[in-house]
């Protein structure tokens, strides 16, 4: 690699372990507890309507 | 190195690492798809869509880790060297199997959505200024369009089309697309209180291609030091002493501030080339002299010790240095020869020819 090319990949791996971590950590620390049953999330599928063919 | 371009030149050696990393791809889709249900408890109760897509979905990460990891291992221990020669295969089938994840998901959430699957996946979502609720999806959907951009552009004709300055600083997007990545898992399934597994995969991945890329670019900062406070002599550079390179090796040196050098050993004569290749800007110096030509550690690409080009039909050049000895000491005059001078090697006195 160049020169220039090594200060650009330490810059921006430097970075990123900085910003990855704290990220991860303020994700956990701020998402809400799971609840156990709560079902997948999907958009429903529409309502059945007269002369629906499904 | 190839005249034609063809899609791929196989050769034996990337038949087999293909082989294996598609084998490895299946076996673990296969295995999360089979056996990860009868071992977590929560995965039973997880539907076979939503399973399959958590299995490409983890399988890309995964993979991508590896890719990132590849560069910074081969810098750090050359026994990593022969992943590096097909690591674009890699990244190939990491946007494949990325793009399947992404495939699997709009087929499951977006289903039926009273709109087209993609204006859903773009307009289902805006809360872009909360944290916790950040439209996740847009995060990987920026990985995936980078990691497809780069699987797209991986073959050389695009090296060759865009300039390699163009198409290195292209490829470079990938640390973006990882953080990206990251992010999107993060905020996506672990925020949400899927698989706490995968949410130590992830801090393992973080952790260990930080350490990893900043090992290796801590070694370069120090190698440039080094090579920045050699003694110079008339201008010229001393990179080193004539009994520190075994045959067909090189040692490398760099004037202050600028790009590196490598003076071959070679049939009792030492000559210069830049240690930067044409191709992907490999380490040249880390090479060696195969049937008397350079060949770049990287990906195999040739040059002659002559006139730094690489032999006919192929058309890739370096830049010669002139070289001179003081004794056992070898110089060598920074500036760059115009590209394609040729320079006959400085013979190496008999004494030394042995050592």
Redesign the interface.
């Known amino acids: 690699m160049r020169r220039r090319e090594r200060r650009v990949h330490a810059a921006a791996w430097t970075v990123l372990a900085v910003i990855l971590p704290a990220s991860l950590v303020l994700v956990f620390a701020l998402a809400p507890d799971p609840v156990v049953e709560r079902p997948p999330v999907r958009l429903d599928p529409p309502a059945m309507q007269e002369g629906n063919p499904q | 190195m190839s005249v034609a371009y063809k899609p791929v030149g196989w050769n034996r050696n990337k038949l087999i690492y293909d082989a294996f990393a598609v084998a490895a791809i299946a076996g673990y889709i296969l295995a999360y798809l089979q056996i990860g249900p009868l071992l977590a408890e929560n995965a039973a109760a ?2 076979r869509p ?1 399973l399959r897509m958590r299995a490409f979905g983890t399988c890309a990460f995964l993979l991508l880790t590896v890719v990132l990891a590849i560069g910074p291992l081969a810098r750090l221990d050359t026994r990593f060297l022969p992943l590096l020669y097909n690591r674009r295969h890699l990244g190939v089938l990491t946007a494949a199997v990325a793009f399947t994840h992404a495939v699997f998901v709009l087929d ?7 709109t087209p699957r993609l204006v ?1 996946l773009f307009t ?1 979502n805006d809360a872009y200024g909360s ?2 609720g950040f439209p996740f999806e847009m995060l990987g959907l920026f990985t995936l369009v980078v990691l497809v951009l780069m699987a797209v552009t991986s073959h050389d004709f695009w090296l060759s089309f865009l300039t390699p300055p163009v198409w ?1 600083s292209l490829h ?1 997007a990938v ?1 973006a697309a ?2 990206a990545a ?2 999107h898992v ?2 996506g399934p ?5 698989e706490r597994a995968f ?1 130590v995969v ?2 393992a991945s ?2 260990a ?2 350490t990893l ?2 090992l290796a ?1 801590r070694r ?2 120090a190698a ?1 030091k080094a090579f920045d406070e050699r003694p110079t002599v008339d201008g010229w550079i001393d990179v080193g002493d004539v009994g520190d390179i075994a045959e067909g090796r090189a040692v490398i040196g760099a004037a202050p ?3 590196r050098i490598a003076v071959f050993r070679s049939k009792n004569g030492l000559s210069a080339l830049s240690n ?1 290749c044409s191709h992907q ?1 490999g ?1 040249i110096g880390e090479g060696k002299v195969v049937r008397g030509l350079v060949t770049c550690p990287w990906h195999g690409y040739q040059y002659r010790l002559e006139d730094g080009c690489s032999p006919p039909p192929f058309k890739e050049r370096l830049h010669k240095y002139r070289v001179r000895l003081e004794g056992n000491r070898i110089l060598v005059d920074p500036t760059p020869l115009p590209l394609g001078s040729r320079l006959d090697p400085v013979d190496l006195p008999t004494l030394e020819a042995g050592g």
């Open positions: 997880v539907n939503i499951w959430y977006y289903a039926f959505s009273p859903a289902a944290a916790i290195k470079m640390y990882y953080g990251v992010l993060a905020l672990l925020a949400g209180g899927g949410a992830v801090a973080v952790a291609l930080a890329h900043l670019g370069e900062r440039d501030g600028g790009e930067v800007n380490p």
